[in-house]
């Protein structure tokens, strides 16, 4: 039986400029009868085509498509389908860590607002951050620059984080660092490790609040005096510098504003 483009397009719910693409790129040949204007194509075509697709959606170019095919030896499919095979493990990996993430940005949204001056012992996510600032100066190390710049590539587990020495904290002094944090449980995945630009802050017991922050408005470990107050009403120690993660930001009128989640180490 002879098949024309028409009919084949509606059986596989391709419009005939796809059908096209496949003759064009080689993958389908229709025959063309002398007496007739028209092309036709038949059953062959039609199983070629399903198959066709099926590569296509599996990862497979046109060109691979039709050397597959077309091929006069033979196609070693089996190795072509491992190296689909392992880029398609990739991809499902990453759509995973892409979900947990959203799901964790969406709890934040959630809990945040509820938290600005507001005090709880919980204990802190591990993160790896990197410092990029001298408050609002940038660093200017090459290496430090480079190494931002590969970390931004990173989003969206890359966040924007500060970082309240312990000494400043206790002395209310206005010195912190701003940089770049991502969560420890997605280091692996992202090939992050501590070196000398890199630390890593472990989880542990802290006291956690919310610190709003603008840009007409100065963030220093001053603003976290409340958090002080409260580990000394709970008969707690600070031990060891804070680090927050920012999140919310946007701007009102010429004012950039976000929320800076804080967690203050104790014991």
Not at 40 to 62: E, N, P, Q, T
Not at 72 to 83: N, P, R, S, W, Y
Not at 92 to 121: C, F, W
Request: with cysteine; hydrophobic share 35%; charged share 25%.
């Amino acid at each position: 039986m002879k098949y024309k483009i028409g009919d084949i397009s509606k059986l596989l719910g391709m419009s005939t400029e796809g059908l096209r693409y496949y003759e064009e790129s080689g993958i389908i040949t229709p025959k063309k009868v002398a007496s007739s204007k028209f092309r036709y194509y038949d059953v062959w075509d039609l199983h070629i085509l399903v198959r066709a697709r099926a590569y296509k959606r599996l990862g497979f170019s046109l060109r691979e498509i039709d050397d597959i095919v077309n091929s006069k030896k033979e196609v070693k499919i089996t190795d072509m389908l491992l190296e689909k095979e392992k880029k398609l493990e990739e991809e499902v990996i990453h759509s995973l860590n892409l979900l947990k993430r959203t799901r964790q940005i969406k709890e934040m949204y959630a809990d945040t607002p509820g938290m600005i001056y507001q005090y709880r012992l919980e204990h802190c996510p591990g993160i790896y951050r990197i410092n990029t600032q001298d408050r609002y100066a940038l660093i200017n190390d090459p290496s430090v620059r480079s190494l931002a710049n590969e970390w931004i590539d990173k989003a969206p587990f890359v966040f924007s984080s500060g970082l309240f020495p312990r000494e400043e904290l206790e002395a209310q002094g206005m010195h912190y660092h701003l940089g770049f944090g991502i969560e420890e449980q997605y280091a692996a995945y992202l090939h992050v490790e501590e070196n000398q630009y890199v630390k890593r802050h472990p989880s542990r017991l802290c006291v956690h609040t919310v610190l709003p922050s603008s840009s007409d408005t100065v963030l220093s470990p001053e603003r976290l005096s409340g958090a002080m107050e409260y580990i000394h009403s709970q008969g707690l120690q600070l031990a060891g510098d804070a680090f927050s993660m920012a999140i919310d930001f946007h701007k009102v009128g010429q004012i950039f504003k976000n929320l800076h989640r804080v967690w203050l180490p104790v014991q």
